[in-house]
């Protein structure tokens, strides 16, 4: 998108106008056979036999769409339907719930909605590997945990009151969150937050020469020996913010994460939580902080349904 995109862009609303934009998007410097991989070597076929969009390679003699070896190849959903719901997902702060997508895009069932927002998450997927922070830089870790807590345990107090002690996070779900400040963050869904879990996560992804924030919480024990330095703030005493040692900005990507999840998406079961994980650390890496616009946004997004595929039995599976 050469300009900021708005709703009434034609892109939206006309499936020509869509399917040239995608291509301009995945094909910056010329049209890629994808069987081949040859460049500015195919014949767009015209006529009534042949549905809009197709080519034939003129090196390997086989014919693909620009759709080929993306999020979107077989959907029977427009192309323009599909860069308005990505469109509205990536400008939407906490997100839109795919009833929400349903009722935006006239589509015929909640079904279609609910795996097309599944395939857009899985074209927000970070395919950067690398470690984040730095020297000079600090990266802050935290974690949180999503869900309902379980019922208190049927035990009562010498006071005659109910036992709560331990209860809010049993059956929550973990999230990790590791936050260059300023910067961009890797945010990860655990099965277990223990010491071994978050600290082999914390060691793979964040660059030694970086200073690392975290509370108190003895998940981070052991730190000081492997970052430039290893600062906490104790929140159990009251304390947030000492000098520059925070964890803010973790805590600020805990909140929108929950509002979202709360107030626009309500329900998500723990084998889906990654998904929603990965389209809250997209947003959050791609905000307007750190320059881009709803309009960059969204294109990235475009740009990396490529490679990708989802079916639908992949996406009732447990995303681990």
């Not at 925070?246 to 600020?252: I, L, V």
């Amino acid at each position: 998108m050469t300009k900021a995109a708005t709703l009434s862009d034609p892109i939206f609303h006309d499936e020509d106008a869509a399917r040239a934009h995608f291509e301009k998007v995945r094909w910056p410097n010329g049209r890629v056979c994808p069987h081949c991989g040859a460049v500015d070597a195919s014949t767009a076929l015209q006529g009534k036999a042949h549905r809009k969009g197709l080519y034939k390679c003129n090196e390997c003699d086989r014919q693909f769409t620009a759709t080929i070896g993306t999020v979107y190849e077989d959907s029977k959903v427009p192309l323009n339907k599909w860069l308005l719901a990505m469109h509205l997902m990536c400008a939407s702060k906490k997100g839109i719930s795919a009833l929400q997508l349903q009722r935006e895009l006239a589509l015929g069932s909640y079904r279609t909605a609910w795996f097309m927002a599944h395939r857009i998450r899985e074209a927000m997927t970070d395919s950067d590997t690398g470690p984040i922070g730095g020297e000079g830089k600090i990266v802050e870790a935290d974690e949180t945990y999503y869900g309902k807590p379980a019922a208190a345990p049927k035990q009562i107090t010498s006071k005659g009151t109910r036992f709560l002690k331990g209860v809010k996070k049993r059956n929550s779900r973990p999230v990790v969150a590791l936050v260059e400040r300023g910067g961009k963050a890797k945010v990860f869904h655990v099965a277990v937050a223990d010491k071994e879990t978050v600290s082999k996560i914390v060691r793979e992804n964040v660059h030694p020469a970086s200073r690392l924030h975290t509370d108190e919480s003895r998940l981070y024990v052991g730190s000081a020996d492997i970052f430039a330095s290893h600062e906490t703030v104790k929140h159990s005493g009251g304390e947030y913010v000492r000098g520059d040692v925070h964890t803010n900005s973790a805590e600020g990507f805990f909140g929108v994460f929950k509002k979202g999840m709360k107030g626009v998406y309500q329900h998500c079961s723990e084998k889906h939580l990654a998904r929603y994980v990965t389209e809250f650390g997209f947003r959050h890496n791609t905000r307007s902080a750190l320059g881009f616009t709803d309009t960059q946004r969204t294109d990235l997004a475009i740009l990396g349904t490529v490679g990708k595929r989802l079916t639908y039995r992949r996406t009732d599976e447990a995303y681990v």
